[in-house]
């Protein structure tokens, strides 16, 4: 009677999880549109023909609150996985099962082949069939060159470590600064370039951020908002939250289907609204740097290929 209803509570805490992700996204954009400011204010060299824009800020940019959910958000996906093949795995009643056994039932997360034949010899893996076998090898980051999951592996391992999540916020990339506050030259500012002075670093108050420079002088120039997204340290990686969390509920919904011998209907479902959002973003990006508004215009209703932000690397999705 109990194994009958566990496919409906495994997909109530996934129904939760993406709740709380989706309240997050929502709740961080909020504090980020009405509770802080972050400008770059430019800073010039004497001969007018470099300045760089130093980041001045007000309101506090990153809640620890937020750290605190997003913390949590993330370890309960890591173990709704975990729970949803302990049920798949102890499906059989004919089988029997040490402490030891128990404890260390955990869904296999691999970042090369060796290690997923690894766990692949683990009782609670080899009980699960040939079928569901091959398809959670077919998720593997050793298989697709997603790294959502290994990412969820290294924090399961920190949170035992009690290394706390950092987030930091970053210049958003996907917006980039017009830099329409610039004052060039009466002949045009010449050859020119904007650069981050260093690699999106995450933003304090005093960093340097982008430098400007032309071949002609600037006569002036005024702050820049700065577009700004939160991103996770997570294993030495600044990761994208949001990115972090669509992936997050795909590949959990994903995998719980799997365990569950359904078809990925909802994970099918996640997978092709997510990548419609970002060719979306794509190409709105596109429009502010070129500004041909066409593309972005002729989004209206796309058909991604189901799944395929788990079939790419994720430097690839957006392209």
Do not use: C
């Not at 506090?60 to 996985?81: C, D, G």
């Not at 990412?151 to 329409?180: G, V, W």
């Not at 960093?207 to 600037?218: C, D, F, N, S």
């Not at 365990?259 to 979306?280: D, H, I, K, M, S």
């Amino acid at each position: 009677m109990s194994q009958s209803k566990e496919p409906s509570r495994h997909f109530k805490r996934i129904g939760i999880l993406m709740q709380e992700s989706l309240d997050f996204i929502g709740e961080s954009a909020a504090h980020h549109k009405t509770q802080i400011k972050v400008l770059a204010v430019p800073r010039f060299d004497p001969d007018h023909r470099r300045a760089v824009y130093v980041v001045r800020a007000r309101g506090e940019l990153v809640p620890v609150e937020l750290e605190y959910k997003l913390s949590n958000i993330l370890f309960q996906a890591r173990a709704t996985l975990d729970r949803a093949v302990f049920a798949a795995s102890h499906a059989n009643p004919q089988l029997t099962w040490t402490r030891q056994e128990d404890v260390q039932t955990a869904f296999p997360i691999a970042a090369t082949e060796a290690i997923w034949n690894s766990h692949a010899a683990r009782k609670h893996i080899a009980h699960l069939g040939k079928r569901k076998i091959a398809q959670i090898r077919s998720i593997q980051p050793f298989v697709t060159g997603a790294s959502l999951p290994e990412l969820l592996n290294d924090l399961h391992r920190f949170d035992k470590h009690r290394e706390p999540l950092t987030l930091s916020l970053i210049a958003d990339p996907q917006f980039p600064m017009p830099f329409n506050h610039v004052t060039d030259h009466p002949a045009g500012p010449g050859e020119w370039w904007i650069d981050f002075a260093q690699p999106n670093p995450p933003l304090a108050p005093g960093i340097e951020l982008v430098e400007r420079r032309t071949t002609r002088p600037m006569v002036a120039a005024g702050p820049e908002d700065i577009p700004v997204t939160l991103a996770a340290r997570i294993g030495g990686e600044l990761v994208d939250v949001q990115d972090l969390l669509w992936d997050t509920m795909e590949y959990v919904s994903r995998a719980a289907e799997i365990l569950e011998g359904q078809r990925p209907t909802v994970a099918n479902a996640l997978a092709a609204y997510f990548a419609a959002e970002r060719r979306q973003l794509a190409a709105f990006q596109r429009g502010m740097l070129d500004d041909d508004w066409d593309e972005w215009l002729s989004i209206a209703n796309p058909q991604p290929e189901a799944g395929q932000s788990f079939r790419r690397p994720a430097v690839d999705r957006e392209h």
